[in-house]
């Protein structure tokens, strides 16, 4: 078995993982924590978990993390924090999936930008995987420091993917309004969140200035292989979880593709990919199809020379915690479905 | 025009009163405060009331509220607090209409005990008069300090104090189950108002421990005539607003009224209660039917010998500002539906 | 008092006509009609008017409609069954609000195409106003026949004319995301309504072929006084009501205007709109400020080159009774706001 | 492996069945049937199953059900459309689960009272167990007939049970205020459960007169040993899943058990019932506990002389689909919680 540590172990993202690994037939949860005030039993917490799992988080110095013996430790914690804890594990000789931006962007002077906040371990931006096993399965098959993608880059690169890399040069412009479900926004209280400000409501925020703009025009770009600079626009939705963006591309010459083409683009684009499920012609996918699942739906449709795709996750899982354990499987060897079905 | 000052206005019946005042004929406000950090445009804060109302609310002392020239003043305001502020304005010669608990309770100790805090304005417990029109419309018009009936007690008390009025002594047992919209627990950030957190949930609080308890057993004694314990259970619902209350009443001896006869005591009783609504017998009200209204709606049914009310208000309008601008009318002579229709 | 009769008043939009005419200073309910199986108390149909509004609604053949004594009727009827009523009250003087799109499209080909309907009475199209007061108010003052826009149109319509008067003829293209509440398909039963279906989900539907699309292609071509097909996309979402329309505009040249620029274009050509509310740079509206009111709220931001405008309104509103209120208002020469602040 | 068919599989029951077995170690599904127009895949009807589970279903006669190769049957039918199905099943001897009420009620007459319909197959009553796991396991174990118990009954009888053995005798009244989600209604247009019609909204129905009443009851008195009436109030609630019951219970003498003593009668009651979670003193379960899971969360509370206890399932697992599957593992000789944890 597999021994693994979870920290942020409270946050949605870290008990959405706990919960994945308690079903995972290879794992053994193998220590916890979180930057709690007292120690408090998780099934305390999160009442679903009494009887299922009892243990007791608290909140723990590195130095004790590192006495546990583990083979692979989940970093749920928020930007900036992870690249403080990243390079003790990894200097352990454990490999290490990292669920915050930290390590996922190339570029060192776009981090520190979009995340205000002055990288403090350079040296191993260069070693990290982006984990988006759709893309790039065999590095992650090799490495030690695994960049887990953000739930909006998922659900938009995953959209775009097989047209950047069928079409890219012809590709001139994107745009991807996201919808999003509250849980993205972690498990904090804040007005903006409670109930009676969300039920019946709806807003765009960040418009073109999210931080996890340059994380998708990074892969966009790369798949194309040009630049791509996407107008990234995301709406919080009154629902709990889930992401359905839509996501519009123009050409740069007469798009006379059908709709049919384009969708075996896709089919074969991910033939070998068990977690996407791309939509026949004339039918869109919801978010319902995809809610507590590690499935990334895809539906596609010509509106004049437009295409126009549908792409919906569930943010805590395809967008976090499901591919987390997902990567977890291709990075130790596992069955890729491993505890996610 | 009646000159008044709104302080709490940045709560969630303070914006309530204040979009009340706006549509009020005899009405103009004077001033506001707000427990805030810095001044904001209220329109800002609340862009409903963009254009409508642009004035900036701040926190303003005791002193410079009583600079203003104002006849009445809401105290939409913390129990605990309004006794501090209540006491200045009364004082000065102007009407006040307290939306806490502070001085709706007969019994001090009662209200020492339920609200843990020491009471410090005892001398004005007896000029108080609890403001529930439907029974003390006459105190109501000759007072200068009005105590706001809580939300739970305003569907509870109203749901009952024609039986306790008509069949008190035979009364032997009341269990109050209450189901509330979010709204009820304040305008403030916490994890268990999180949307993600009480969408598709519900759960009981306070069993029988409420601090709203006191208050409505005061009110069932007073209308029966004798000592009335219920036993009150209130719910937190996936709802913005609004409280249905299931009451369920036993007798100390054979209950052989007819449903039709009890629901002639309730049209009786209100008849010139303009916004109590009896349902007729085998119809019930809903939550939706009194939303955004300052109705109380009631219905009647009999299951075996216990008589079943159920009762709907909005919590923040027959709950809290609208009963409060009901009651201002009533105080002030105008009509007891202006502004409220 | 003006005279005034509602046909469909048992579905969304004709209840809400009536709540605003019974708040209305200068207008009597003159006459209903609904497709309904036998006589309704309108209070039984819809609690919240109980001893408000207790009329009987029945299924009233034209010619019954036709002896009730009125000066306008609102035709809050489906799209093919407003045109065969209208005629008939034109006829007899009466003034006619129709909320169906039957009036809307200027060329009949487009109508028949999109409702896959024969129009039965071309000759009243040309007569017909297009009924969005912030474009249209000196001809809406003049007309018998009004055709009230569509919810999506309005917001769309409203979000993008200052934008294509000023500079029209340098845009190159139009994606207008919409989301909105479930209201906006009408008060009936269907599988993918129930709460269990639209809870925490959401959908796209109709990309590109919506029947709104050529409603608001026609108004933006005829602002920008050149030819415009903005791609159109709704969402269905879990929401009762309100649209958010996500406005995507490019330029067929360097975009060197200045957000703020744009925004004074916006407050200029709508300075004497009353329902409309142009927000500062850096602000957004969200649906929650136009919630229950008349409004229409822009707020506008720059994203590249790309214009980004959120326009929200109340799809029952000002996207149908309230609009059909005002129009009424500039149509009889009361105040435009009576009735609807 | 077991062969199963299901009968009802586009229900929202029937689907949950679905999922569960196709997660079960021991089964396979042999068949399925619906009462549907046309033949439709699975994963068309339900997106979620897409690549999961694409079998077609089909409105299939009893006799093309009988043709398949199975060893048991699941009745995810109407009440009066199981009776019909079930003795085909038995005879071909094959083990039958009904979700039904159709077998539930040991007293024919008060079926055909609740119900309102002639019972067809009396003979069967009497050979049928009630499919409650936690009390009765051994004759679940020989039975061939399984009436699995309704969502309501599950939560009711499972909060009393402990306490009718341990003190029926002293028990005067017990009154349950059920607060359930929408899916109880089963998956079928109307109406009242439209998103815009339940949203922030709830209401009571069926006030002491609910079908489910009389299998409440039944099981209360047999745990009792002597004649129980409850009176059970049902509330419809915003909610897609899940059942909260407020159970209130009074005595016929003095109530001088401590809390702390019936929270130990209920442990040792459920000491061997995996489902089943009681929550110690001062804390109380949330239907989020519960949600997607097979457990019945049981809190209790004292509040004066009165005991409360609080009830929580999610109707469609352990109030439906869970438990006919657990009554499944049961009847076979599986692990009781096989495929449920």
Known sequence: MLKVIVCGATGY?????????????????????????????MSDEFPELKGIFDEVVEDKSIQDLL?????????????????EFAPHFLKKGMKVIDLSADFRLDDLSVYEKSYKHKHSFKEYIGTAVYGLPELYKDKIKKTKL?????????????SLAPLMDKIGQAISDVIIDAKTGVT??????ALAFHFSELSDNMWAYK??????????????????????TALFVPHLSPMKRGILATVYVSMNKKNDFACADIIKWYKAFYKNAPFVRIYEEGTLPKISGVLNSNFCDIGIAKAGEKIVIISCIDNLLKGAAGQAVQNMNIMCGFKEEAGLL
């Open 184 to 189: 993205g926004a972690g498990r904090k209280a």
């Open 67 to 83: 006495k546990i013996d583990a083979d692979l430790v989940f970093l749920a914690l928020p930007h900036t924090v992870s690249m």
């Open 13 to 41: 993202t870290g008990v959405e993982i706990i919960k994945l690994l308690l079903k995972h037939p290879e794992v053994k949860i193998a220590g916890m924590s979180a930057k709690i005030d007292k120690p408090v039993k």
């Open 146 to 158: 695994l960049a887990n993608p953000g739930c909006f880059p998922t659900a938009s690169i995953l």
């Open 207 to 228: 418009v073109g200035a999210h931080q996890h703009a340059p994380e998708i025009n990074q892969e966009l770009s790369k798949a194309a292989k040009k630049n791509i």
